[in-house]
């Protein structure tokens, strides 16, 4: 089983499947000609899945170094949806500067989210192959281009060509931010940080609003993309300087030297004494190009399949909230813009509450679950994935808040629907933050366990599934309003992802099974590809001679 062994670098963890599970479409004949080639490795697949606790460390980055990645990419992850409702505020003002109506310059938005959720199926496919550092470097050049142009142009056409523009550089890092921390941190702990990360994610659609509504009141709307510009400068140059590369596929656990443009001036002080040619180096390989319908080839899993879908329903409840928040309250109390914008604050420090101490939440339950069953959690090496409930670590504890999240929802929409006093949907948005985002934020976590070899491509593919829905939610919210009132269309909207949760019963019985089988189809598929490598004949070498019988 050499081709698997060593398609794994020998640093990267192998208990999770880190390299085995990615779909090795990019790679797997050129092992299998190098291995064709050498002497074959005596390690067995399977023995090298259950290795455990004698391996070398999950990650050799220190404590503060893993603090200082997480803190970056929590950073990096609140760009894309800030910059996505920033503009919230601004509509009005656009549509009179730029000569348009209202709804042509909601176009805007439209395109934006499309390119939300087709970017990252190119930047996680690509991030997998050719290390998180160049991918982000990429995205964030695109997206401080576009910025440039947003803040000099005067055009319609222009907002609407750089919006997509933009959307596509910052919307290609959310499948980035959870592959890192995969890459970092085991299982065990996984929760904490996916927490911290996760919340830029879910606190960007609710400071947005207000960051754009004050630059607009007293600076005017161009100064909206001037900030951004900033923002990106800002953390663009700590990023190339400082952040190493963590892709598994790249450094192994962190102890494999980088090369080329995954090196930064870290790197290059760290390994400016060691030879070029190290034994536990990867051969430097042809960077392949990225292939998005990877991201497709994860839903053909069952269990990422009803996680995916699962986890699109809840997002489209959480978006729709915050989409029309605006909206619905300047019809209902007549607010200005300004005031608007404040109105996000209690949703959005309800999801941060919900990622960072849902993921807090989501390790202990680990721990708890690992302790039961007479497991030691290693923090240092990660424990052996294949035959632990992952399912139930993660799902258990979110049952109560989805119920819990339900009833406010519909509370929500009926005290807009009787124009309550302004506190009562305020108080209710907080709760509708508190209880959706976090089995979102655990269901995102989830993802990320069960595809641990290619995690952006997985993070990827979730991103593609809630965004198109998202979408799709956000642009009928208010017709549906409209035709049968506030109540009732948040009814609905709380109904869409109570009905299907009996599915997290199902993944959670049948999940371990359904990875088990996964693993078989893997080493068969590997197994078949090196028999089919193996039996292609040697090329010649041109201007040699055969030899004599």
Known sequence: MALIADSIPPTAGTRELDELSHDSDHDLQDDARR??????????????????STGPPYTVFSPGMKRFIVGMNAFSAFISPMTANIFFPAIPTLSRDLGVGVDQVNLALTTYMILQALAPTIFGDFGDIAGRRPAFIIAFTIYLAANIGLALQRNYAALLVLRMLQSGGSSGTIALVYAVVADIAPSSERGKWMGIVGSGITIGPSIGPVIGGLLNAYLGWPWIFWF????????????????????????????????????????????RHQTA??????????????????????????????????????????????????????????????????????????????????????DWNFRRIAKKL???????????????????????????????????????????????????????????????????????????????????????????????????????????????????????????????????WIIVKNGPKWRQERIQALMQEAEKKKAEANEEPAVPVEGSKPKAN
Do not use: H
């Open 277 to 362: 040619n190290q034994s536990g180096a990867p051969t430097r390989q042809k960077t392949p190009i990225p292939n998005p319908l990877n991201t497709l080839k994860v839903l053909r899993n069952k269990n990422m399949a009803m996680i995916l879908f699962y986890n699109a329903t809840l997002f489209v409840g959480f978006s729709t909230v915050t989409a029309t928040l605006a909206t619905q309250f300047q019809q209902i109390y007549g607010f200005d813009e300004l005031t608007l914008g404040l109105l996000y604050l209690p949703i959005g420090g309800a999801t941060t509450i919900a990622s960072v101490g849902g993921g807090f939440v989501a």
């Open 228 to 271: 951004l510009i900033i923002v990106t400068v800002a953390w663009l140059i700590p990023y190339t300087l400082a952040v190493p590369e963590t892709a598994r596929k790249v450094v192994g656990n962190g102890s494999i030297p980088p090369q080329g443009w995954n090196m930064t001036l870290i790197d290059y002080m760290r390994f």
């Open 35 to 52: 291995d064709s080639q050498a002497p074959d490795d005596s390690r067995d697949l399977e023995n090298t899945l259950s290795r455990v």
């Open 374 to 504: 007479g497991v030691k959690v290693d923090r240092k090496r990660g424990n052996d994935m294949a035959n632990f409930p992952l399912e139930k670590a993660r799902i258990q504890l979110i049952f109560p808040l989805i119920f819990i999240g339900t009833g406010v929802c519909i509370g929500y929409g009926w005290a807009l629907e009787r124009q309550a006093s302004v506190a009562v949907p305020l108080v209710l948005s907080f709760f509708i933050g508190l209880c959706v985002t976090w089995p979102f934020q655990i269901m995102n976590l989830l993802i990320v366990d069960s595809y641990p070899g290619a995690p952006a491509t997985a993070t990827a593919a979730n991103n593609l599934v809630r965004c198109l829905s998202g979408a799709a939610a956000t642009a009928s919210i208010e017709p549906l309003i409209r035709a049968i009132g506030r109540g009732w269309a948040f009814t609905i909207l709380a109904l869409l992802f109570t009905i299907p949760s009996p599915v997290l």
